[in-house]
């Protein structure tokens, strides 16, 4: 009896041991997220000729990321994604201006696709990143507005409408809000037309 308890221990204890490891590499992801966050959030605030070089600071934070998930795969057991993947499912939801593809996000972050079963973007990971998107994008249609851009709602509006076919169970509550969301861009693409602040489109 005494060694099933031993051998119960020490399967605790490595389990322990894993999981912090795990935890350190998804603290340094964080850490880049929230760097990188910090950085875009400018975006509010600056005026579209002069993103380019917010980006350019931004791109070097998010290549470094390929070594944190080249860790994180080197770490996790094969066949136990599904175990550990709430570690660091936050961390890696996307955010991006553009639609790209689930393949094409993890190609940005580093991730191979022969780690699916230890590290890999769940499809509903990716679906909540692109939904996280149009909750910022609503917002920068309304401070492009007041920083005197008058295109950039209208072409906000298309995006975020494309999007509306991405709905599924797991994220009923959160596509509602992507339907708030872009009525709130609506709202912003009518006053600009209302105002004539911009020209029509054919």
């Not at 935890?23 to 400018?42: F, N, P, T, W």
């Not at 509550?173 to 609506?186: G, P, T």
Request: proline share 3%.
């Amino acid at each position: 009896m005494d060694l099933h308890w031993d051998h119960v221990n020490n399967l605790l204890e490595q389990d322990g041991e894993l999981r912090e490891r795990i935890r350190e590499q998804v603290a340094d992801l964080d850490k880049k997220a929230r760097d990188m966050a910090g950085i875009l959030d400018k975006i509010h605030s600056t005026p579209s000729k002069s993103i380019n070089p917010l980006l350019d600071v931004v791109r070097p934070i998010l290549h470094s990321c390929h070594e944190t998930s080249a860790a994180l795969a080197a770490i996790v057991p094969s066949n136990q994604f599904w175990r550990w993947k709430d570690m660091w499912s936050h961390s890696i939801r996307t955010r991006s201006k553009s639609l790209i593809s689930l393949e094409h996000t993890s190609e940005i972050l580093g991730i191979k696709e022969e780690w699916k079963d230890k590290f890999s973007i769940a499809v509903e990971d990716y679906l909540h990143g692109l939904i996280t998107m149009v909750n910022e994008l609503s917002r920068l249609a309304v401070n492009s507005v007041t920083l005197g851009d008058y295109e950039a709602p209208i072409e906000i509006s298309l995006f975020a409408k494309n999007l509306l076919n991405l709905k599924n169970d797991l994220l009923r509550r959160r596509f509602d809000s992507l339907k708030y969301d872009l009525k709130k861009i609506e709202e912003v693409v009518y006053d600009v037309k209302l105002r004539k602040l911009t020209a029509p489109r054919s």
